[in-house]
């Protein structure tokens, strides 16, 4: 079956194209879903006009899809779900659960759809996950899922580390001044010497 798409097509090809594809996914899909229509002589009379339309609806989509990317790209979200002890998932991580994710987390609603799951996941673990927000622009986040417990676990540990780092930091702190009041010591001992020097080498009124 021979197509004009009337919409870009993930895989397939932009509005305005003309492709050649199985009866089953142009009756089933493209056709029903108006992502294309049959090529008729009289359809691909329209197909200049369709790309050229399309190719400026594109350009704004492209600026619109490239913010996003810059504000959601490689972004990390956490999930909790009960695992067994080889670290199997007794539910999953579907696409729509990582897009109400990503629209909490920075106020973005993306289509479930755009998020390239092949199949929920089914693991604890962490993994990269592709967002496709058109079909030559994509980005990636990254999602941790962690057993029962384990986001409330990583916050604590995290903010022990934090306050280490900052016990630290105030040691560090000590040792410095410690060492500048040395430092100014030896400077304030050296000026005393240098003008007792001087006063021993003044000539004496006779």
């Not at 990582?98 to 987390?105: F, N, P, R, T, V």
């Not at 920075?106 to 799951?117: P, Q, S, Y």
């Not at 079909?135 to 990636?140: G, V």
């Amino acid at each position: 079956m021979k197509v004009l798409l009337i919409e870009d097509v993930d895989n397939l090809g932009y509005a305005g194209d003309v492709k050649e594809v199985k009866n089953g996914y142009g009756r089933n899909y493209l056709l029903p879903q108006n992502l294309a229509i049959l090529a008729t002589p009289g359809a691909l009379k329209q197909a200049e006009t369709i790309r050229k339309a399309a190719e400026k609806v594109r350009a704004q989509e492209r600026e619109d899809a490239q913010a996003i990317s810059n504000q959601i790209s490689d972004i990390q979200l956490m999930f909790e779900r009960r695992a067994g002890e080889t670290g199997k998932l007794y539910g999953s991580v579907t696409s729509s659960d990582i897009a109400d994710a990503i629209l909490e987390k920075t106020g973005i609603e993306i289509d479930k759809r755009k998020v390239a799951l092949a199949e929920p996941i089914r693991t604890l673990g962490l993994q990269d996950v592709t967002v496709k927000l058109m079909i030559d622009l994509s980005t990636t986040i990254q999602v941790e899922v962690l057993p029962l417990g384990g986001i409330l676990e990583r916050e604590r540990l995290s903010a022990a580390e934090a306050a280490a780092a900052g016990i630290e930091a105030d040691e560090v702190d000590a040792v410095l001044e410690e060492a500048a009041a040395e430092v100014l010591l030896e400077a304030e001992a050296e000026t005393v010497e240098a003008d007792e020097t001087l006063e021993e080498d003044e000539p004496v009124e006779e």
